[in-house]
C-alpha cells in the first residue's frame, strides 16, 4: 500500500491545540503517558499469551526502552507489547472512539481550558501529549503474533497524518518524537532519569536506556591502564525500581508515589481525594489500592465510559477494566485489585458469576464506604466537596445497594429550607433538630433549589417552622422510593396525598373551616370541578397554603409533576394522571369568585377565572401551562380592567 495522508477526526485536533496550549506547564508528562502505553501493551500481550503461547514469538524480555539520539535530535520509546495493526492505529491514534468528546471540548473551552489542566487530563490525552515537545512524531508499529506488514504513521500535529505498511521485524511499538529546538534538554540522561523515577518508577516492567560511560580500560589487575586514552562503553540500565505499589507495605509508600499511581491509572492530573490501600485476608485473599478521585469525570453519566477497576492475579495483569469489581454507584472509583484466589486464566464469564469476585466487591465496596464515614464524622467541610462531585451517584446505591441500605443512608446530604443553597444536611442531623412536634422527615422533588423554594407546598412547612429537604437530582425520586423510612421517621412528599402535620387541636380547627368552607363554597367549589374534570381529578380545600390561592397535589402513590418531567426528558410514556387541586378556604380570589357565581352562575369570566387558577397551580409547580397564549391574553384583560379602563 501507498502512503496515504488523512485528515484527524475535528475533535483529535481540537484535542491537539488544547494539549499544546494549555498543559505546558506540565511537559515532562509526555514521557509518562507513552511510558503508560508501552507498559499497557505489554500487560496486553502477557494477557493474550495465556491463552495463545505463539504470539509471544519467543519475545518476553519484557522492557521498555528509551532511546535519546543527540545527533538526530530525536528520542524514541519502544517496546516490545502487543503492537498495533494499521486499523488500530487509525481508530487509536487518528481518531477518539467516545462519545459525548464534542460536548466535552465545548466544555473544555468554555472554561478556558489554560487554567484546567486536570480537565484535560480527565480525558487522557495520552499519545497526544508527545505534540507538546515535538514537532514530528513517528510511530512504527506491529501486531504481536501476525506477521503481516507493520504499519508507519507520522504526523506534525498540524491536522493530518500520513499513514503507510511497512516491514518490521520487531514486535510492538516504536515512537520517535522529533523534539524541538527548545525541548533537546529531554536528551539528557539526567533529565530522562528524573522523569521517570518521578512518574514511572512503579511501572513492573523495567525502563532502560543505554548507558554510554567514558572511562580509561582496565588491566586484568583490575588497575586503569596509564596513557590508554579513554574508552567508551555502553551498557543498559534500568531506570526504575519496578515495584508493584500495592504489593508494598503501606509504611513504604510516600504520598507522592501514592499519587503518581492515581495518575498513571485514572488520566486525571490531580491528586485523589482519598487513597485507600489495604490488604483482605480469610475467605477471600488480596490486595487493594484504590482512589476516589476528586473531580467527577465529565462522562459519568454516559453509557460508554469506562468503568472497573484493574484486575492482577499474583502480580500478573487480568484486565484494565473488571466491571464486577465495583458496583456501578461506584463507578467513579479508580483502582487495582491483586487476588490470590483466583485462576490465572480467569475469562470475562468466570469473573461475572464467580464468588471470589463477588466476596472482593463486597470488601472493597465495605471499605470505601467506611472511609466516606470516617470523613463525613471527621471533615464534614471536605466531605461536602466530595459529595458536590459524587453524591448524585452514591445516591443510586441507596436505590440498588439493599445490603449497605444503612451505612448509604447516614452519607446522603440534601439542601433543604433551613440550608443556604450550596449547605447540606444529613437526614442524621435533620431529625436531631426536629422540634418536638414534628413526627415524619418532610421533602419535596423538583429540578431546582429556587424553583422549588417558591413552591406554594411549603407555605404550612415554613408557618410551623418544619424542615423540608429539598431533592433536585433526578435520582432522587428513585432515592425516596427505597427510603421510606429513617430511624422509625417516614420521608413524606409535602406534595403528595393528605399530608396532616397539625396538632390535634389545630387538625380539629382547620377540618371545621374546611367544612364550613366547603359549604359557604360549595356551589362555586362544584362549578370549578366541573369545568376542570378533565384537568383535575377532584378540587378540594386546602390545609397546606397559608399564602398561595391553590395548588396541585398528587395523590399518595400518584406521579407528580417532577417524575413526570423526569419521565418526558427519558422518553418514556407518561401515563395521563390527574392532579388534585387545593384551594385556599382564606384566600380573597375564592370570595370574590363565590360572590360573581352568586350572582350569575353562567358569567362567562368564571370560567376564565377557573383556567387562570389551574394555570397559576401549574406554573408554580414549575411545569410548563398547555396554552401560554390564552393566559397571557386573560392576565392582559384582567390587567386593563383593574386599571379602570
Ligand atoms: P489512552 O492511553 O488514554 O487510551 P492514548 O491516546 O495514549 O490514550 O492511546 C490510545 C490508544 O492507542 C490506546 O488505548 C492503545 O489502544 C493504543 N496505543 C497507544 N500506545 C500504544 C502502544 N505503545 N502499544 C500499543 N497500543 C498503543
Not at 494499521?86 to 471540548?105: D, L, P, Q, W
Not at 453509557?303 to 484486575?311: M, Y
Not at 422510593?481 to 399530608?499: C, F, H, N, P, W
Not at 394522571?577 to 378556604?585: D, H, T, Y
Request: glycine share 4%; proline share 3%.
Amino acid at each position: 500500500m501507498t502512503k496515504a495522508t488523512k485528515q484527524f477526526q475535528t475533535e483529535v485536533k481540537q484535542l491537539l491545540d488544547l494539549v499544546i496550549h494549555s498543559l505546558y506547564s506540565n511537559r515532562d508528562i509526555f514521557l509518562r503517558e507513552l511510558i503508560s502505553n508501552a507498559s499497557d501493551a505489554i500487560d496486553k500481550v502477557r494477557f493474550e499469551a495465556h491463552s495463545n503461547e505463539t504470539i509471544l514469538e519467543g519475545n518476553s524480555d519484557w522492557k521498555i526502552k528509551i532511546i535519546p539520539n543527540k545527533d538526530a535530535g530525536t528520542l524514541t520509546i519502544r517496546d516490545n507489547g502487543i503492537g498495533m495493526n494499521m486499523a488500530e492505529v487509525e481508530e487509536n491514534i487518528g481518531t477518539i472512539a467516545r462519545s459525548g468528546t464534542k460536548a466535552f471540548m465545548q466544555t473544555l473551552k468554555d472554561q478556558a481550558a489554560s487554567d484546567n489542566p486536570e480537565l484535560i487530563g480527565q480525558f487522557g490525552v495520552g499519545f497526544y501529549a508527545s505534540f507538546m515537545v515535538a514537532d514530528k512524531v513517528t510511530l512504527y508499529t506491529r501486531t504481536a503474533g501476525s506477521m503481516e506488514a507493520g504499519c508507519c504513521w507520522e504526523s506534525s500535529g498540524d491536522g493530518s497524518y500520513t499513514i503507510e505498511e511497512c516491514s518490521r521485524e520487531q514486535r510492538g511499538t516504536e515512537i520517535t518524537l522529533h523534539l524541538k529546538e527548545e525541548f533537546k534538554e529531554y536528551l539528557d540522561e539526567w533529565k530522562i532519569r528524573s522523569i521517570v523515577k518521578k512518574y514511572s518508577d512503579y511501572i513492573q516492567y523495567p525502563v532502560v536506556m543505554d548507558i554510554i560511560r567514558s572511562e580509561v580500560p582496565k588491566g586484568v589487575d583490575g588497575k586503569e591502564i596509564e596513557g590508554a586514552g579513554t574508552i567508551e562503553t555502553t551498557k543498559e540500565e534500568t531506570l526504575n525500581s519496578m515495584k508493584a505499589i500495592w504489593a508494598r507495605a503501606k509504611s513504604d509508600v510516600s504520598e507522592e508515589e501514592y499519587n503518581e499511581f492515581y495518575k498513571h491509572i485514572s488520566h486525571d492530573f490531580e491528586a485523589p481525594f482519598r487513597t485507600i490501600h489495604f490488604s483482605a485476608e480469610g475467605t477471600s485473599e488480596f490486595k487493594a489500592l484504590i482512589y476516589l478521585p476528586a473531580k467527577k469525570p465529565f462522562d459519568m453519566f454516559m453509557a460508554d465510559r469506562k468503568k472497573g477497576l484493574q484486575l492482577y492475579v499474583k502480580r500478573v495483569f487480568i484486565t484494565d477494566k473488571c466491571e464486577e469489581l465495583i458496583p456501578d454507584y461506584l463507578r467513579f472509583v479508580k483502582g487495582v485489585v491483586d487476588s490470590s484466589d483466583l485462576p490465572l486464566n480467569v475469562s470475562r464469564e468466570v469473573l461475572q458469576e464467580d464468588v471470589q469476585v463477588k466476596r472482593i466487591q463486597k470488601g472493597l465496596v465495605s471499605k470505601i464506604l467506611t472511609t466516606l464515614s470516617e470523613v463525613k464524622d471527621k471533615s464534614f467541610d471536605e466531605y461536602v466537596k466530595f459529595w458536590k462531585e459524587f453524591g448524585q451517584v452514591i445516591k443510586e446505591g441507596i436505590h440498588f445497594d439493599f445490603a449497605n441500605k444503612e451505612k448509604l443512608q447516614e452519607l446522603v446530604l440534601f439542601e433543604s429550607t433551613s440550608t443556604e443553597a450550596g449547605s447540606f444536611v444529613s437526614l442524621k442531623e435533620y431529625v436531631a433538630r426536629m422540634p418536638e412536634p414534628q413526627k415524619e422527615i418532610y421533602f419535596i422533588t423538583g429540578n431546582s433549589r429556587d424553583a422549588l423554594e417558591q413552591s406554594p407546598h411549603l407555605e404550612v412547612f415554613r408557618a410551623k417552622g418544619f424542615e423540608v429537604l429539598f431533592l433536585t437530582d433526578p435520582v432522587d425520586e428513585w432515592v425516596v422510593q427505597a427510603l421510606t423510612e429513617y430511624d422509625g421517621k417516614s420521608l413524606k412528599a409535602v406534595d403528595r396525598g393528605d399530608i396532616s402535620i397539625d396538632t390535634e387541636e389545630e387538625k380539629k380547627e382547620k377540618e371545621k373551616k374546611r367544612e364550613e368552607a366547603q359549604k359557604e363554597f360549595s356551589d362555586l367549589i362544584s362549578f370549578l370541578s366541573d369545568r376542570l374534570k378533565d384537568k383535575v381529578k377532584e378540587v378540594r380545600f386546602s390545609n397546606r397554603l397559608t399564602d398561595s390561592a391553590c395548588c396541585l397535589v398528587a395523590e399518595e402513590y400518584g406521579m407528580n409533576a417532577n417524575m413526570e418531567r423526569i419521565m418526558k426528558a427519558l422518553n418514556q410514556p407518561v401515563p395521563e394522571s390527574k392532579r388534585v387541586l387545593e384551594l385556599n378556604p382564606d384566600h380573597a380570589i375564592l370570595k370574590a369568585m363565590a360572590a360573581i357565581h352568586t350572582q350569575d352562575k353562567a358569567a362567562p369570566v368564571l370560567a376564565d377565572y377557573a383556567d387562570l387558577l389551574y394555570d397559576q397551580a401549574i406554573l408554580t409547580e414549575g411545569s410548563p401551562i398547555k396554552d401560554p397564549l390564552r393566559f397571557t391574553r386573560l392576565v392582559s384583560e384582567l390587567m386593563v380592567k383593574a386599571a379602570g379602563k
